[in-house]
């Protein structure tokens, strides 16, 4: 269930209202659902604009769709309004929007994957970098491909050792070492040339 206060609903009525034309509501999505980039898009939406799916909030005035993949990455999402002195800002609260954190049970992959997408191509992502999990063997080695400015860059060695392989083994201690699968010779753009 969403919770949308007062003047959260109240602003989507003069939305409607200034929109005119034959919006039937306000259709509420999630964009990249699961992962770290998460976010929910707004937009008026038609008649012909639904699918059929769609999970309905009956509100005063409008009805708020909820892009059915997206329910459960907005359920216990709260929407809210607040008027400032140089104007108003809408605040949309989703915390499952970016995925659960897997548990215990979960298998190393998922983990390692989960902090990958978290936390590891977050950090990379400054140096116009990113990293893919190929593969964690039986024996608890992880083999990781680099791109972007990471392919081929002169500090990679520093990056995985004290930045990927401490964080990925001190969260998940089945973890015997991590191993850097790239040929780092054909990289185009390294961040920092070798």
Not at 52 to 62: A, I, M
Not at 156 to 183: M, N, Q, S, Y
Request: glycine share 10%.
């Amino acid at each position: 269930m969403i919770n949308i206060s007062e003047s959260a609903q109240t602003y989507f009525r003069h939305l409607l209202q200034s929109q005119g034309g034959d919006a039937v509501g306000i259709r509420v999505s999630a964009v990249h659902a699961g992962t770290p980039k998460a976010d929910a898009r707004l937009e008026f939406c038609e008649s012909g604009d639904l699918l059929g799916d769609e999970w309905s909030l009956e509100c005063e005035g409008f009805t708020l769709y909820v892009d059915a993949p997206s329910v459960r990455y907005l359920d216990g999402a709260q929407m809210d309004y607040v008027t400032q002195a140089t104007g108003g800002q809408l605040t949309i609260r989703a915390p499952r929007i970016k995925g659960d954190v897997p548990g215990s049970d979960a298998s190393i992959v998922e983990r390692v994957q989960y902090l990958i997408d978290s936390e590891i191509n977050p950090m990379l992502a400054s140096h116009k970098g990113q990293v893919s999990l190929v593969e964690v063997t039986s024996d608890g080695v992880v083999r990781l491909q680099f791109g972007g400015g990471c392919h081929g860059c002169g500090m990679v060695d520093v990056t995985l050792k004290h930045g990927i392989e401490k964080t990925l083994r001190e969260r998940i201690p089945e973890i015997t070492a991590v191993r850097d699968a790239t040929d780092h010779a054909t990289g185009a753009a390294p961040y920092i040339p070798r």
